[in-house]
């Protein structure tokens, strides 16, 4: 019930991220496009109408980013629009707002993720990271993407403190991490070590014609 619940809420985001986008966006665009053909219908009557038209101009399009930004974040599909490498430098800038220490983002740009993989990796590198924020002690976050072993790699390190966690107990994050990894085949493993922090890794098997070119 609770991942039905998850993949219903994920899909009313989805819809308002469109909205926002697609709608909303286009609506304020088209303002602009308006003020401005009233701008230059009205110039010589107002003097001062080009600098006013100039500054609403600019809020416009500031209100534009900003929508473009919330739909970003509120719908993972960025990955496709975007790809993985652009949707998780945008989810680091954004998890370094609530973090005090370094994270860091290695990703081999070689390296093309098949669309379905990618969100899976998303949404595991999304959890991961919110885990290795809350973490005790925290100070350094390290994402990679790679290949490795014929295998797409996903590996989320940090130093946070491992000693504090039951073992007979799994957190939230823990757990949708192990719902988007089995839901799409992705090889999940988890190990923390006590005075050293937590390593996440998910794979899943390149492609062999892949494999022979990188050989």
């Keep these: 019930m609770l991942f039905a619940a998850i993949n219903e809420h994920e899909a009313v985001l989805a819809r308002v991220s469109r909205l926002l986008h697609d709608d909303v966006s286009q609506i ?4 602009g496009l308006q003020l401005d053909a009233m701008r230059m219908d009205f110039r010589e009557q107002t003097p001062g109408v080009d600098g006013r ?7 416009l399009e500031q209100a ?3 929508l473009r930004d919330i739909s970003n974040e509120l719908n993972p599909s960025i990955v496709e629009r975007a790809g993985l490498q652009f949707a998780l430098d945008r989810l680091a800038g954004t998890a370094r707002a609530n973090f005090s220490g370094t994270l860091r983002l290695h990703f081999d740009a070689s390296l093309r993720v098949p669309t379905i993989l990618a ?3 998303y ?8 885990t290795a924020i809350a973490a005790p002690g925290c100070s350094l976050i390290d994402i990679y993407v790679k290949r490795s072993q014929g295998e797409y790699v996903l590996e989320i390190t940090d130093n946070g403190s491992a000693d504090d966690v039951d073992p007979d107990s799994e957190p939230l994050g823990r ?4 719902y988007y990894a089995s839901k799409n085949h992705v090889t999940l493993k988890i190990q923390r070590t006590p005075g050293k922090g937590s390593v996440i890794r998910a794979s899943f098997p390149l492609p062999a014609a892949t494999i022979e070119d990188g050989s």
């Design 28 to 31: 304020l665009s088209a303002v």
């Design 53 to 59: 038209a100039a500054e609403i101009q600019e809020l």
């Design 64 to 66: 534009i980013e900003q």
């Design 119 to 121: 969100k899976a990796f």
């Design 123 to 130: 949404k595991v590198a999304e959890c991961a990271l919110e």
């Design 175 to 178: 757990l949708l991490m192990d």
